[in-house]
């Protein structure tokens, strides 16, 4: 069963850098790609960043383009998701997600509140 194990979350002013941490219970080889997304309160589950599992690529949402970065660590089975120059609409759940061929999976979420 893979586990999706998000940290990192929390509160922070405008203007502000949080990074979050998703841990993997097995190699994120076994996956295509792994990614972050975000759900603010009414509103649908949105794609921040993705990245190939070999790092050979990354994507991002226009919206936070410039100010966020993904990254993974192989070897500790980790995704990160640095968060700079934060707004006050970055507010949101911020799940992890893993694609493999036939499934994904998903965390459980991390809370994400940016003050203005």
Request: one cysteine or more; proline letters at 2%.
């Amino acid at each position: 069963q893979v586990q999706l194990v998000e940290s990192g979350g929390g509160l922070v002013q405008a203007g502000g850098s949080l990074t979050l941490s998703c841990a993997a219970s097995q190699s994120i080889f076994s996956f295509n790609a792994m990614g972050w997304y975000r759900q603010a309160p009414g509103k649908q589950r949105e794609l921040v960043a993705t990245i190939r599992s070999d790092g050979s690529s990354t994507n991002y949402a226009d919206s936070v383009k410039g100010r966020f970065t993904i990254a993974r660590d192989s070897a500790k089975k980790m995704v990160y998701l640095q968060m700079n120059s934060l707004k006050p609409e970055d507010t949101a759940v911020y799940y992890c997600k893993a694609s493999s061929r036939y499934r994904e999976y998903w965390g459980q979420g991390t809370q994400v509140t940016v003050s203005s």
